[in-house]
């Protein structure tokens, strides 16, 4: 990590910048696709974030005291009961002009810590499929492909491919 970099716990008078930075997350991440509506999720994201912030769930990456990236994450509360108690990191981003300087490392380990400290045993996030620079990322810092998720539109409905006879009958119906 870059010396001149401080990860620290998220105050209340940070979520405001922490929402103008999730807004340029989700604005970078429809070149990959993704169908989130950055502005129009304003509001609500902050309300979020401000929910992690109160949490302990929300860190923030300064340099020389300008914010430049954060991370938000909690501990899954689901109503199946699990082998393992997962920690999610919902979202991450550091500046561009940031990168490459250890500073999304940092911030990924110190959610991770904060995480294990929760008593998370694994951690899970997402990440777009056609964001090849975040999926080495993860991978090298040893994340791997946990599940996939598909999609299909439905508005294109005669593009399906044809039904094959086995698709349409089982073995006990010969």
Known sequence: MSADVTIEPATSDDVEAVTELW??????????DS???ADANRNRMRETLAAHQATD?????????????????SIEHGTLDLDAT???????YVE???????????????????LADRG??????????DNEAARRFYRE?????????MERSLT?????????????????DE
Not at 124 to 129: P, S, W
Not at 141 to 149: E, K, L
């Open 35 to 37: 169908y989130v509506r």
């Open 120 to 129: 998370a045993e694994v951690v899970i996030l997402e990440v777009m499929a």
């Open 96 to 114: 561009p002009i940031h990168r490459d300087r250890g500073t999304g490392a940092a911030l990924l380990e110190a959610a991770e810590d904060a």
């Open 86 to 92: 997962r920690g999610t990191i919902s979202n991450i």
């Open 23 to 32: 807004v340029r997350l989700a604005r970078g991440q429809r070149a990959y």
């Open 156 to 172: 294109d409905r005669d593009d399906r491919p044809a039904q094959s006879e086995n698709d349409t009958h089982s073995k006990e």
């Open 57 to 73: 769930g929300l860190l923030v990456a300064r340099t020389e005291g300008a914010l430049v990236g954060f991370v938000s994450f």
């Open 141 to 149: 810092r040893g994340f791997d492909t946990f599940r996939v998720t």
